[in-house]
T-cell receptor, first 117, second 114 residues
């Protein structure tokens, strides 16, 4: 399968614990995005990377959240001291920016569903 | 701030009925517009997109959408739905000057009675 993959698919944790999710984008896609989706809502943008550089962060991304893409390939999203309000589906997407288009289609992964007890 | 409104939270139709899902966005500048679909247990997939040109765009599986700039609308249509169209549909906008994030509506759940 050459699509976007995310691991784990499900994570249950206790409040106050740290969790880390991984996203593997489509090979050679230079842009990678993180979104969060809560029940009954559409995905909300969190942050995105162009290669290894984190270029934009939403106000939704509190200081307990950190995302990295160290080698410009896979990315990790860490949530420290989880709270019940962090329970959501965390989606990753990737796209190929060739520099001459104002929009490049984003391909979404299956998501990681986080439940904080 | 930009936003996207989908007025129908849940739509229930019988097979062969016609479908129209409403979508309005708030942004005064140039936008790219999308409809995404999420079938049960599957990833978000792009159904169709509008960048420029003909305001009537055709997507996969017989879906189409019309961009009406004066109404800030991008409604999704299908003349005859099938049971397999049961899914959640999201309207989304990408601001022309910010070729990164997509802003999604809250989604419309479509249920088709066989």
């Amino acid at each position: 399968d050459t699509g976007v993959s995310q691991n784990p698919r499900h994570k249950i944790t206790k409040r106050g614990q740290n969790v880390t999710f991984r996203c593997d984008p489509i090979s050679e896609h230079n842009r990678l995005y993180w979104y969060r989706q809560t029940l009954g809502q559409g995905p909300e943008f969190l942050t995105y990377f162009q290669n290894e550089a984190q270029l934009e962060k939403s106000r939704l991304l509190s200081d307990r959240f950190s995302a990295e893409r160290p080698k410009g390939s896979f990315s990790t999203l860490e949530i420290q001291r989880t709270e019940q309000g962090d329970s959501a589906m965390y989606l990753c997407a990737s796209s190929l920016d060739v520099g001459n288009s104002l929009y490049n289609e984003q391909f979404f992964g299956p998501g990681t569903r986080l439940t904080v007890l | 701030a930009q936003s996207v409104s989908q007025h129908n939270h849940h739509v229930i139709l019988s097979e062969a009925a016609s479908l129209e899902l409403g979508c309005n966005y708030s942004y005064g500048g140039t936008v790219n517009l999308f409809w995404y679909v999420q079938y049960p247990g599957q990833h978000l997939q792009l159904l169709l997109k509008y960048f420029s040109g003909d305001p009537l765009v055709k997507g996969i599986k017989g879906f189409e959408a019309e961009f009406i700039k004066s109404k800030f609308s991008f409604n999704l249509r299908k003349p005859s739905v099938q049971w397999s169209d049961t899914a959640e549909y999201f309207c989304a906008v990408n601001v022309y000057s910010s070729a990164s994030k997509i802003i999604f509506g809250s989604g419309t759940r479509l249920s088709i009675r066989p």
